[in-house]
Each structure stands twice: as C-alpha cells, then as structure tokens.
C-alpha cells in the first residue's frame, strides 16, 4: 500500500503530485480533526439562503375559481 495526498474539490478527490492508472481502486483515510475543519469551513462559506415569500394575489385566485365554476356549470332539466 502506498499513501497519496489530496484534496477533495466539488466532491471529487483529487490526488496531489500523483497518477493513478484507470480503475484504480483507492481507499481514502479522513482523520477526524480535519473532517471537522473541512465541515466548519463549509458552513462558514455556504451562501445564506433567502427565502421568498410570494403572497396570492385575491385577483387571480378567484377569476380562476370562476373559470373553473363556470366550464364546470352544466345546464338542468327543470
């Protein structure tokens, strides 16, 4: 066996100084310390997320309810 360095970048591990024949088959070995640094890292540079909050128009909610009433609206035999 034989340890390579690397990096993981967009969730791909990239082997630094080293070339690997295709089909290689590898095992990577993260200590815990810097799973924990790459996770904190993550956090702190992740966009923030916005949220967006649409209200309904009353308008169009209910010119639609009366395009629907009235397709629906079939004639009786009285």
């Known amino acids: 066996m034989r340890a390579y360095k690397g990096i993981v970048e ?3 591990v990239v082997l630094i ?3 690997l024949p295709e089909g ?3 095992t990577v070995t993260v ?3 810097e799973l924990l ?3 904190i890292t993550s956090a702190l ?3 923030r997320k916005v949220r967006v909050r649409v209200k309904p128009t009353p308008g169009l909610a209910m010119s639609h309810l ?3 009433g009235a397709a629906g609206h079939q ?3 009285e």
């Open 10 to 12: 967009d969730g791909v």
């Open 17 to 19: 100084g080293a070339r």
């Open 24 to 26: 290689t088959v590898v």
């Open 31 to 33: 200590g815990e310390t």
């Open 37 to 39: 640094r790459a996770r």
């Open 45 to 47: 540079k992740r966009p």
């Open 66 to 68: 009366q395009l629907e």
């Open 75 to 77: 004639p009786s035999d």
